[in-house]
């Protein structure tokens, strides 16, 4: 199994950055990449960013590409989420998520092990 473990939410202003770390623990040799989703109260989850784990590819949705960069640091097992120009619609619930091979980095069911999630709040 693998553990996740988030950290770096908090409360911003709109415009204002923040970063979001990810620790893997347990079994991390079976994670091919990561990712994070968001979530909000009466909304589907939505994906985030991806990182291949080897290689460093990265996937980012349209909503955040060019304000958000994923990071990975092997040697440490951790994935980072650095946010920046940081808008009121980006508040949500972030999780980071591990995947293995072989499925489609896009969507929740690609991905086996969740992190408890941190909340990002982002005022206007």
């Known amino acids: 199994q693998v553990q996740l473990v988030e950290s770096g939410g908090g409360l911003v202003q709109a415009g204002g950055s923040l970063r979001l770390s990810c620790a893997a623990s347990?079994?991390?040799?079976?994670?091919?990449?990561m990712g994070w989703f968001r979530q909000t109260p009466g909304k589907e989850r939505e994906f985030v960013a991806a990182?291949?784990?080897?290689?460093?590819?990265?996937y980012y949705a349209d909503s955040v590409k060019g304000r958000f960069t994923i990071l990975r640091d092997n040697a440490k097992s951790t994935v980072y989420l650095q946010m920046l120009s940081l808008k009121p619609e980006d508040t949500a619930v972030y999780y980071c998520?591990?995947?293995?091979?072989?499925?489609?980095?896009?969507?929740?069911?690609?991905?086996?092990?969740w992190g408890q999630g941190t909340q990002v709040t982002v005022s206007s």
């Open positions: 347990g079994r991390t040799v079976s994670i091919y990449g």
């Open positions: 990182i291949r784990w080897s290689g460093g590819n990265t």
């Open positions: 998520a591990s995947k293995g091979y072989g499925s489609t980095w896009f969507t929740g069911e690609s991905y086996t092990y």
